[in-house]
């Protein structure tokens, strides 16, 4: 376990160090320059200058990147330019609602994958097979905002049982909690399920095409224990490597459908910082959203070696 | 003795596998949908003399006579914006989806030189895909700020992986056959080999994985659009029709009708054709 974490750590070490210095390099090519910005048309160069030194901007570009990094370990990440308010604060306040929806979506992606999955790999009459074949392709081909759009059209203003967007906290009141969550949800996770089931589904026909399959049938064994106690753990692993790239789509996707239905996420203010130039909060944000990334891949090698025993962790 | 005459023939064999796989009812249903999908892009000029940024006093109107498909909350003629809105959505992709292909397999061809340009190249990917999807767009448009060649770039960007895992894969399984091994001890240098023997064989999943990226390209015009961070207003995308949409859906349900059929189209149409070249290939 031990060598296997300092065997696969670098590589992921190295890819954070390279895109927390890629984020920090971008916003400097940005033109202009952020104190006059904040100090506003009619500052004294005195007024600019005293900003500037404030915010470490006349130090070596090297040393900025320090101390940024610095600071975000301490967990200190200053104030905001335009937003408003410390980042750290912001961050926060988004955090909780992200969260909720990214694993609100997460969750769904393994209830619709799993069963869509077994379904087509063992459908016995071919139309549910082609059925689930088109249902993950057209699902997997319509962007977020299409899905959106549609469900907003169908759930909130045909039918009116759900809210067009906005969100409540699932602490306060958690029924509520879930029709807002609800379709932002679905949304998000629609996309990920699809590629999810077919990998799935390819996965546990190929393990019942196996001969211990071939074997456990001679034997008597039914066809149900055969599927979910045989076929789908072998299929696993593999798909845990699918589930790890799809919740970097996730993070992704949850931008724009935080933009669909008014969430008030992370994503929200990552478009808010990029929009209104408030480098602090995109450069911060930038760089959980590709440590999360990196995190992410990191277990899923992980949790790959430990459902499947013929990877050593040596 | 006898010589067996071998059917193979080899310029003809892969262009036929293409062609079998797109003749299936996958390839002729996407060939159609993205068929008369980019025909109204193309034909814009011709099918309506109505300019699509043209304001007037009737917002929101819903489809019928003088507007095919009704007017945007701001007057314009939803079926000429439509139309060139799917026209700039070609545009776009078109130019970024060749760009980054090329991007991509250079850098495979690079990687496939040396040790030392391997792991580099390899580390850049990783890069690359550790922003993913859209935080790839909006890290670059925190830079160059919202615009149609920002859009281009961040498709281009976000496509460079994906063709130059595909093409990294094939060389390194590709490499190692036989024929390339004897092309090597017949004398042909290592350039000649990787270009005239390896590569023509590891082009197969290029192709599909064209089809595929033309689809996530309308999906990142689509999502940048919808940040506000893509092609710059008045001029109509499919993205930024169907964004302004969003706030009248409970009103004006229409509005949406047509950009959302566009794009539903276009992308379903791009993923059923890489689904049929797949499999045609695999056959």
């Known amino acids: 376990m031990r060598s296997f974490l300092l065997k696969r750590l670098p590589s992921g070490l190295l890819v954070l160090a390279l895109a927390s210095f890629t984020v920090f390099l971008l916003l400097r090519l ?46 200190d990440l200053g104030p905001s330019y335009a937003i408003g308010g410390q980042v750290a604060d912001l961050i926060g306040n988004g955090l909780a609602a992200t969260a909720q929806l ?52 169908v759930f909130a203003v045909s039918l009116g049982l759900l809210p ?67 076929a789908l753990p072998n299929a696993l692993p ?31 203010l990552i478009e808010q910082g990029v929009l209104r130039r408030d480098y602090p909060v995109v450069q911060d944000l930038l760089l959980l959203v590709v440590a999360v990334y990196v995190a992410v891949q990191l277990l899923t090698d992980l949790v790959y070696a430990w459902l499947d025993p013929r990877i050593r962790w040596e | 003795m006898t010589v067996l005459a071998l059917p193979l023939d080899s310029r003809r064999r892969p262009r036929s596998r293409y062609l079998a796989g797109l003749r299936t009812w996958r390839g002729l249903t996407g060939l159609a949908l993205v068929g008369v999908v980019a025909l109204a892009g193309l034909l814009a000029p011709l099918l309506t003399d109505t300019d699509p940024n043209a304001q007037s006093a009737l917002a929101l109107a819903g489809p019928g006579g003088q507007h095919p498909f009704g007017t945007d909350d701001l007057g314009r003629d939803l079926f000429s914006r439509v139309l060139h809105g799917i026209g700039t959505d070609l545009a776009i992709i078109l130019t970024a989806v060749p ?7 250079s850098a495979a061809l690079i990687a496939a030189t040396s040790r030392w340009a391997d792991l580099t190249v390899q580390r850049l990917f990783d890069l690359l895909l550790s ?13 160059l700020g919202p615009g149609r060649w920002p859009v281009v770039i961040v498709i281009a960007l976000a496509e460079i992986p994906g063709f130059g895992r595909q093409l990294r894969a094939g060389l390194l399984v590709q490499r ?14 290592r350039a000649r080999v990787l270009l005239r023997h ?47 949409s969003v706030a009248y859906l409970a009103t004006n349900p229409t509005f949406a009708a047509a950009p959302l059929a566009a794009t539903t189209a276009l992308v379903l149409g791009f993923t059923l054709i890489a689904e049929a070249l797949n499999r045609g290939i695999r056959r």
């Open chain 1, 30 to 75: 940005i033109p202009g320059d952020p104190a006059t910005t904040l100090a506003g048309p009619d500052a004294s160069p005195a007024t600019v200058a005293a900003i500037r030194a404030q915010l470490g901007l006349d130090q070596p570009l090297f040393g900025q990147y320090l101390s940024w990094l610095g600071h975000l370990l301490s967990g």
């Open chain 1, 102 to 153: 990214t694993a609100g979506a997460l969750l769904l992606v393994v209830l619709i994958a799993l069963p869509l999955a077994v379904l087509g790999a063992t459908a016995r009459r071919r139309p549910v097979a082609a059925a689930v074949q088109a249902v993950t392709t057209a699902v997997l081909a319509v962007p977020p905002f299409v899905t959106g759009i549609v469900l907003v059209l």
């Open chain 1, 164 to 230: 067009a967007g906005g969100h409540e906290s699932l602490l306060d009141a958690p029924d509520l909690a879930v029709q807002y969550l609800l379709m932002p949800a679905v949304c998000l996770a629609l996309p990920s399920a699809a590629v999810l089931a077919r990998y799935l589904k390819d996965g546990i026909e190929r393990a019942l095409a196996e001969d211990y399959v071939r074997t456990a049938t001679a034997l008597g064994v039914s066809r149900r224990r055969i599927v979910w106690q045989h």
């Open chain 1, 238 to 268: 593999s798909a845990v490597t699918v589930l790890g790239l799809q919740i970097g789509q996730l993070i992704a996707g949850a931008v724009l459908v935080e933009r669909i239905f008014a969430w008030p996420g992370l994503g929200q």
């Open chain 2, 99 to 105: 760009l980054g292909a090329l991007l991509g397999c």
């Open chain 2, 131 to 143: 922003f993913p999807g859209l935080i790839l767009g909006l890290a670059v448009t925190a830079v």
């Open chain 2, 176 to 189: 190692e056959r036989e024929y390339a091994l004897a092309a090597r001890v017949g004398g042909a240098s």
């Open chain 2, 198 to 244: 390896v590569v023509p064989n590891a082009v197969d999943p290029l192709i599909v994985q064209s089809a595929v990226a033309l689809s996530i390209g309308v999906f990142i015009e689509g999502g940048l659009s919808f940040l506000g961070l893509g092609v710059r207003p008045p001029e109509p995308t499919l993205g930024s029709i169907l964004s302004q």
